[in-house]
């Protein structure tokens, strides 16, 4: 009887493993554009697809100090932008479009809770999310670079709702 559950248990396993693998591409050929660009899905305001671009290495110029943008805060365990944040990214894109020799880095935070290497995920999405926002609002790819931060900079040190509340955020550096 013990053998029979065991053998019945394993064989329950290897068919979920079978199952949740065959039906899987790997995300390189889902996120692949035509021109090989590696693309990230955009779920705001009709959708549409935009390239990832390279990832920050470096500082690309002066920093811009004349002007500053409020940070987006993002729900917890969320990448998504709230409608009531999106007025913030397109004063950013507004005045990206209007000074077309600025470049953006979009810096994605997290609060405390979570692994490390998941907080950095999240926080990369978050800078994504908003990269994406940008570009479909007209501001070319080559001038928005993302870093993620996970929980490793937080605005607030302490251990309640309202410290996470702040750490949850995507941050702007501007450079000429």
Same mark, same amino acid.
Request: proline share 3%; glycine share 12%; charged share 25%.
């Given at each position: ?28 050929? &889902? ?17 549409? &697809? ?20 409020? #940070? ?5 365990? #969320? ?10 990214? &397109? ?59 996970? &929980? ?25």
């Amino acid at each position: 009887m013990k053998k029979t559950i065991v053998s019945a248990v394993f064989g329950v396993v290897v068919c979920c493993l079978l199952i949740g693998s065959s039906g899987c591409t790997s995300v390189d050929e &889902e996120l692949l554009g035509a021109d090989g660009d590696v693309l990230i899905p955009l779920g705001v305001d009709g959708g549409g &697809e935009f390239p990832l671009g390279p990832r920050a290495d470096g500082l690309p110029g002066e920093p811009v100090a004349d002007v500053a943008f409020d #940070s987006v805060a993002f729900l917890y365990d #969320s990448f998504q932008i709230a409608d009531s944040e999106r007025g913030k990214i &397109e004063a950013i894109a507004d005045y990206m479009n209007r000074n077309h020799d600025v470049t953006v880095y979009i810096d994605g935070h997290c609060d405390e809770r979570g692994s490390r290497e998941y907080n950095l995920s999240l926080s990369e999405h978050r800078a994504l999310a908003i990269r994406a926002y940008l570009i479909s609002l007209g501001v070319a790819g080559n001038r928005v670079l993302t870093r993620s931060f996970g &929980e490793e900079q937080p605005l607030d040190l302490g251990h309640r709702e309202s410290a996470w509340r702040q750490n949850r955020r995507g941050e702007f550096e501007l450079y000429r």
